[in-house]
């Protein structure tokens, strides 16, 4: 790689009080933040709130990150608790996941087909709402309390569709390719 | 570091969201350990229309917020009392707030409450010298531009004055009567607020006569007054109820409301403002 400092360093001189870091820090994560942030809320300018509150948070408490793992995880940590905070201030906005629930063009059947092999038909399979919990809960990491803030549902539905979420892919992928 | 990494209509899928959620979620992972990926996903953010936000104006507003000192205590009790964050800031900028001058005067009024627990009469006659003058002279200091130096660039920028200083001397009674009221009810008499509406005329007075002189002085001039007053009263009657009789009381009340309306109608001429105006 080229001799860019890494992130590490880039969090160390922020502890040190270095606007200039914290710059660059911001430059190479926000973006891809944003991105991730407006796949699960569409409000524009929560997500922008969102952002913001992580990038002062990270200014605030640089040694929140203890050197395990990527920065990068750590940062999307933040970012979605922050998403999640705001929402539950704003209440009335929904977060939103409508584009899990358009049907993949044949193309990208295929490529799912080559690079999930089955995991991939079967959660296309689930209802939105089930995809929406499993996203929040399984791949985003968040608990059943944030989960159910972020989606505007409450804690024992999360659960009961996780739940079956679950069991939904579990015997998708028992019975095999259809 | 492996060596897959997303293809570009995979991430250009990813950026405009018209992916499936498994490929999406796969893209998710592989960023958050791939940052030769996250550099395409920001490049792709600033060349195609679908960026989810204005970055430089978050940036501005970041640092904005990362620049400015934490809030006080004051600052943040004023906040969750509904006050918008920039007046709460120049309501709690003002240097009676700062620990020291309360300290002091919480000092000097504890003398006098002991001296007025202990003392019998004339340590109550003390307490009612000095529990008057408390607030006037915090109410003063609030808004004094010698003690403030804070006042100077805040009174550059148009802001009603009027409001700035009624907001500051709310929150100075605010703070300051709950102390006066609680060692009050040390003071071994039947009425321990006596002292109450006297301190409400002399903080008018002060407002009314800091349309003339500076707030500091306008106190230090009323607090004399009263300090010399008191013994006068002692002397005659010999009783601190003599502050208590209705028709003292009345009077009090009518300093107050008649100050008021003089410094309501004479808020153009306040001296601080004048350097600015």
Redesign the interface.
Known sequence: MDSRPG?ETLLLAVAERD?GAF?TL???????L??????RCND?DL??DA??DT??AV??KPQGFRGDG?I??WL?GIAIRRLVSRLRTRGSVAAVFE??G?A?AAE?QV??SV??GD??QA??RLSPEM?AVI?AVV?DGLSAREAAQLLHVPVSSVKTRLYRAKAHLRAALAEGPS | MTGWHLDDDTLRR??E??????????A??H???C?PC??R??AA??VIEL?????A???E???D??EVPRPSVLERLLRVAGLPAHEARLVAVASAFRGVWLTGLAAVLAFATLAAAFGHARGTWLFLAVAPVVPCLVVASSYDPRLDPALEPELVTPYPALRLILLRTIAVLVLALPVLLLLGLFIPTEEPFAWLLPAVGFVAVVLAASTWFSPLRSAIAVSSGWLAVVPLLAARSGSPEAVLQARVQAAFLALAAASFVVFLARRRRLTQLRPWR
């Open positions: 992130d606007m710059r911001y430059e190479r994560h926000a973006g891809w944003a991105i991730r942030l407006a796949r524009r997500v922008a952002v913001q990038f002062v200014w605030q990527d990068a995880a999307w584009n899990a358009t993949p990208d490529l799912l690079e999930y995991i991939g959660l296309a995809r996203q791949l | 990813y950026v969201r018209t992916d499936s959620l498994a490929e999406g979620t796969s998710e992972q960023l958050l350990s940052e996250r550099d996903v920001n953010v600033g960026s989810p936000i204005d970055f104006a978050v940036w507003r970041t640092r917020t990362i």
